[in-house]
């Protein structure tokens, strides 16, 4: 993007508009929560909830006549601030009703709306009903995508949707049309959701916690109802119902979608989800093999770690003193993390499966006679050099990031094995941790946590678009 104009900046203010009045839609809900349980905290649902409304109305109706065509630099920018929007009107919730200050409050809302999981709050089970709802909701929504979700209800089918729905790093298409797309991928996601609050009820779990914990666990975000997290309930039944729905979580939606039409082949045939199981199975047996975990702690922590999901049933303290191969091994997973087209978060098999065949196939070429030209293939499908060249930037990318944020963390005095384990933990919106260093982190590297986990979330590109839109503003005569 070579410059943005005045037109582009009234385009991205008019599509913010019903996104902004989806945004505060949303946070009424708990106002439901909130008077079933009587905490009397229905103003500082309300009071944010409205400003979001009254802003979104007033951005849709002062351009109504603007019909400039959207492009995918304003969806990307759109769909960055909107994502920006969402946690600042959260953030509101949490310090209107919580004791977190502004910045923890901003923070608390980004974890929970990217899947983090990542909180401030030191005791959770304190917080009134209505926030750990809310919490839960929002990872509910942050999960599949706030764009999607919005555009799906308030957005009309054609180019804008379209658009919107590839700037939240999403290109898999179940119907020929988006909006077709998007209402297949909520039935979805709405049938796990009730699956997973079913189940969750039936092995004995409260329902309150159960809708809770559903939200956060097939979101893959991670946050629990408790201070313990999953480990709370000391159920091997809750542990296992848990597992299963962080891997449903972290498998593609066309996946979910073909398996009724071939009897549950899909899964088996996805080479992203065979992949997943493998790292799974092969990453718990060297753990067993060379520790004296728990196996079940092992497992339930690979895959939350694979699917960027941050759910625990050990505390952070106590992971932190498991040997260091088997951290190396949960960080390695922590960046890989599931299946493009899903609700996770990290690098994303494909990308990585993606960026090893280029290897291949360039050191193929470089040992074969001259001029031999080696096919790149994934499934069968063949690929383009310039899909692994992408996906080798985007890497590139992505551990930058990683080393500015790690550097900071240990400028700051951090224990250096610790910071780095907590830097791909928000990078990838997972939410693990050993030791506390969430609880401790100054001013800046909160700021700093906040670029990160929305960085990870959105995928880099659109952020970086935004950026740089912002730069050129200041460039206007």
Known sequence: MRYINKND?????????????????????????????????????????????????????????????????????????????????????????????????????????????ITLYSDVEILPHSILFFRGFQQWIGGLGIIVM??????????????????????????????ATIKQIIKIYLIYTTIGIISYSLAGMPVFDSVCNTFSIISTGGMCVKNANIGFYNNDVIYFITIVLMILGATGFLVHYKLIKTRGKSFVQDMQFKVMISLIAISTLLIYATSQIVPIDILFVVVSAITTTGASIQSSIVMGGWPPFAIFIIMILMLIGGSTGSTVGALKIMRVVTFLKGIYKNSREMWSPDGSV????????????????????????????????????????????????????????????????????????????????????????PILITLRAFFEIFKFK
């Open 9 to 117: 900046l009234l385009i991205i203010v008019k599509n913010m508009g019903p996104i902004m009045i989806g945004i505060g839609v949303m946070c009424l809900v708990p106002i439901i929560v909130d008077l079933i349980y009587l905490e009397f905290n229905a103003l500082s649902f309300l009071f944010p909830s409205l400003i979001s409304i009254v802003v979104g109305l007033i951005c849709t109706k002062s351009l109504a006549g603007h019909t400039k065509k959207m492009h995918l630099k304003h969806a990307m920018i759109t769909s960055s601030l909107s994502w920006l929007w969402a946690g600042i009107i959260g953030g509101m919730i949490f310090y209107l009703v919580t004791d977190l200050s502004i910045i923890d409050s901003a923070f608390e809302s980004i974890s929970a709306l990217t899947g983090s999981g």
């Open 150 to 179: 919005i555009i799906s209800v308030l957005t009309k089918p054609g180019p804008i949707s379209v658009k919107l729905y590839q700037s939240e790093a999403r290109e898999d298409y179940i119907k020929p049309s988006t909006k």
């Open 374 to 461: 080696v096919p790149m293939k994934i499934s069968d499908k063949k690929l383009s050099e310039h899909v692994a060249i992408e996906s080798g930037n985007y890497i590139a990318l992505y551990f930058i990031l990683i080393f500015i944020t790690w550097s900071l963390l240990c400028l700051y005095g951090h224990d250096p094995f610790n910071s780095l384990f907590f830097t791909v933990s928000m990078q990838g919106n997972v939410g693990l941790e050993i030791g506390q260093i969430s609880q401790s982190l100054e001013v800046p590297l909160k700021l700093l946590g906040i670029f990160n986990m929305w960085v990870g979330r959105l995928e880099i590109y």
